[in-house]
């Protein structure tokens, strides 16, 4: 019977038994056209399919299957797909030779899902509930699940699509042919790749103590699979990282480099232990996995002696910089700045203050300094900015603001105001705590600086005090994850960095108990750490869209008026379409792709998000 199929032409069969090989090549191409009488009955005979292994380790899922699917192979891995309406109807040799038709059927999809040259997930999630909607995936030192080297399609009629559902999948890979059903969708996307916006940056996260400290509790293979996970081409394809200047909240104790009071030349700046131990040593590894990683750099505080409250947090009635100190203070950046080049880490970009917002409000409870914008406009013109250019470091960049949206505007057309300013200053940090006004106010900035940058610098889950802060598996966590990158990159966006790589079951270390949840928590104890909902949200977005993608127009028409459906699109250096989608609805939501002349319907489960990727129209 192989000798028969190997010279196939395209065939329509109405299929009804069904048989999986996995090692058949015999399919020169084959056109599998499933009606919908037959779907429903086949789809009944597959349920099992979702745990079936196939080599490359794939796992067919339900959506594979769709009605009036058009499915083209050629064996040696290469996809051609000859969509046409010629077939050759065999029904009556399925009366005869039933076997034949299931070993027809079975061995062309096991080439279509297995020849394809995606690679996928290299280790499924070791999925485990706790209190919350969602699942955890478990990982140890000896198993953790990975998405692997997920390629982009080569073949313009071929769609690659990585989904993650709050119920089932996560980072879940698939391949179909674009087609479109008889469905009316409930909501229309369209692409428009000739409708450009501003380049992407990158994403990543952040190196505080924490992170380090976290990390070190596990065995090395554990921590060097969390890092291949973040950085490298198997992972998550990180290509950013923030780290403090000294001592944040998410340190094991308060401290800056020069704590001997009234150090009027610096001499006693140093690098801390924490450096050496909790930051370096990973901020290296991430260099060596992650090609081109941009590390930029912040200050939470000055030592105690510089600032006028005498602490390094706000006790006393607020933190700010004592003016007499700017110059000075300019030279602690500088002898930073050195001080990592030493150990082979060359920094990036730095911002002026973490929050300068917050280290104005009085009793602060962590490491703070407060500024108002014209302080920092001072600084960064008279002290930060010449001082690095005078000692060769004049091409690092400055970044602005590093606070909270709702503030944005006020800050930076103050800070701006001075034309000199132009000359210093490359881009606009922002985190995302305390959202207050909608992400518009960011086209606003655009617009009247649209040479700089706009960089989401830190986020994080549970930070509130009222709230619990460590969520195991709580879906709402990766949605916001997700739905903020979406509205963020809408709004100019070049960048998106999450807080802590790893915090432990508090959400620590964190000296001042200022705990909050992370993509990846850490039960030392157990030998094991548990990867959120937030970890693979990330993912959707780092891995798959790469430095220098343009983001490109998109537009949803919405069917019912009433969906909670958001997206994004990209179109990669390599020429492919990269897009973004996340359903926050508690319903399926059947959608239909047109980007040029190209059209693809899906249906999206509740609660979902999804990346699809193909070669861009001609």
Excluded at 304 to 313: D, E, L, P, V
Excluded at 518 to 529: K, Q, R
Aim: hydrophobic fraction near 40%.
């Amino acid at each position: 019977m192989l000798g028969m199929l190997r010279n196939a032409a395209c065939y329509c069969l109405d299929v009804t038994a069904w048989m999986l090989l996995r090692d058949v090549t015999a399919c020169e191409v084959v056109r599998v056209c499933l009606s919908q009488s037959t779907t429903a009955g086949l789809l009944g005979n597959v349920l099992h399919l979702p745990e079936r292994r196939i080599d490359p380790p794939l796992v067919l899922s339900h959506n594979a299957i769709r009605d009036w699917l058009n499915i083209c192979f050629v064996r040696q891995g290469r996809v051609r797909c000859q969509l046409g309406s010629s077939t050759v109807a065999l029904h009556n040799m399925a009366a005869t030779s039933g076997l034949l038709f299931a070993l027809l059927v079975s061995a062309c999809l096991t080439l279509y899902f297995g020849s394809y040259d995606v690679k996928g997930q290299e280790e499924q999630c070791d999925a485990r509930y706790y209190d919350y909607d969602s699942f955890v995936c478990v990982c140890t030192e000896e198993r953790c699940d990975s998405p692997g080297e997920i390629l982009p399609p080569q073949d313009p009629e071929v769609l690659l699509s990585v989904l993650t559902t709050r119920d089932e999948h996560r980072f879940h890979v698939d391949t179909a042919p674009f087609h479109m059903s008889r469905q009316n969708p409930n909501a229309i996307i369209r692409i428009n790749k000739s409708q450009t916006f501003q380049r992407i940056l990158g994403f990543g996260a952040h190196f505080p103590d924490a992170t380090g400290f976290n990390l070190l509790s596990l065995g090395e293979p554990a921590q060097r699979a969390i890092m291949e996970g973040y950085f490298s081409e198997r992972g998550w394809k990180y290509n950013l990282a923030r780290v403090p200047m000294a001592g944040v909240d998410s340190s094991v104790r308060p401290y800056t480099y020069d704590d001997v009071d009234n150090d009027a030349t610096l001499e006693h700046f140093a690098l801390a232990p924490e450096d050496y131990n909790y930051k370096l040593p990973f901020i290296k590894e991430a260099k060596e996995l992650s090609e081109g990683l941009l590390v930029m750099a912040s200050p939470w505080s000055a030592p105690a002696w510089m600032k006028t409250n005498g602490a390094i947090n706000g006790t006393n009635g607020g933190a700010a910089l004592k003016p007499e100190h700017y110059g000075l203070w300019a030279q602690y950046y500088l002898k930073f700045l050195q001080a990592y080049e030493a150990e082979g880490v060359q920094v990036w970009g730095l911002t002026p203050q973490n929050e300068p917002i917050f280290g104005s409000l009085p009793d602060f409870p962590f490491n703070c300094m407060g500024w108002t914008p014209e302080q920092q406009q001072e600084f960064v013109r008279d002290h930060l900015g010449p001082t690095l250019r005078d000692a060769g470091y004049g091409n690092i960049l400055i970044f602005i603001f590093d606070d909270q949206r709702y503030y944005i505007e006020e800050f930076v057309t103050i800070v701006m105001a001075d034309e000199a300013m132009s000359e210093w200053v490359s881009g606009v940090a922002m985190h995302w705590y305390m959202n207050f006004i909608p992400p518009d106010v960011q086209d606003t900035i655009h617009e009247m600086y649209p040479n700089l940058m706009l960089l989401m610098s830190e986020a994080s889950n549970g930070v509130n005090p009222w709230e619990h802060h460590i969520f195991l598996g709580f879906w709402e966590h990766g949605e916001k994850y997700a739905l903020d990158i979406i509205q963020n990159l809408n709004h100019w966006m070049v960048g998106w960095l999450d807080w802590n790589l790893a915090v432990d079951l508090l959400g620590g270390p964190n000296w001042a108990e200022f705990y909050a949840d992370g993509p990846i928590i850490v039960n030392a104890t157990a030998g094991e750490y548990y990867k959120n909902p937030s970890y693979y949200a990330m993912g959707h977005f780092s891995k798959f869209i790469p430095r220098d993608s343009l983001r490109v127009g998109i537009e949803v028409e919405d069917g019912t008026g009433s969906l909670l459906l958001d997206g994004t699109a990209v179109l990669t250096p390599e020429g492919h379409i990269v897009v973004v989608l996340l359903n926050r609805n508690e319903t399926e939501v059947a959608i239909r792709l047109e980007e040029g002349g190209l059209a693809f319907d899906t249906r999206l489960p509740p609660k979902s998000m999804a990346t699809l990727v193909w070669v861009a129209s001609e």
